[in-house]
């Protein structure tokens, strides 16, 4: 970031630390909690819902709803970190619907090419953190 965006971004989040004390004089900036991984607080719909929803249900000549979270797991990829959440929430999603691991991985490494090997990086380390978690409540 340039020298002055950087002055700039410091400058505007005074600016809202201010207006937020005038509004609540206890307003303290380094009180304010960690945003929580909202991937946590979604829960994993039960596959035949998901399959009511986003597979035959939908389109009884269509794709399936373990193909539907797959591709939208691609997507996904190649947005970036900026998806993180989603990715996590879809990983589950489609485990549910049916996706082995080996499925979900490959799907993620495809998008190497079109999202960058960082995204899909980024993917891969979420997607393995959502597989663990799910093996560990199997056991």
């Known amino acids: ?9 410091a400058q505007m989040m005074a600016q809202g630390q201010e207006m937020a004390k005038a509004l609540n004089p206890a307003f303290d900036p ?16 039960p596959a035949e819902l998901m399959e009511a929803f986003l597979g035959k249900g939908l389109s009884p000549d269509g794709l399936d709803a373990k193909t539907r979270l797959l591709v939208t797991l691609a997507a996904l990829t190649v ?7 989603q990715v996590r929430l879809t990983v589950r999603h489609a485990m549910v619907a049916g996706a082995s691991p080996q499925e ?3 799907v993620i490494a495809q998008m190497a090419p079109f999202g960058g090997v960082p ?3 980024k993917a891969m380390e979420l997607a393995q953190t959502e597989i663990e978690k799910q093996g560990e409540g199997s056991a």
């Open 1 to 9: 970031m340039s020298d002055d965006l950087s002055k700039f971004y």
């Open 30 to 45: 380094g009180k304010i909690p960690a945003m929580p991984n909202m991937a946590d607080w979604m829960p994993t719909m």
């Open 79 to 85: 947005l970036g970190a900026q998806a993180e959440d």
């Open 104 to 106: 979900v991985a490959q």
């Open 119 to 121: 995204a899909m990086t």
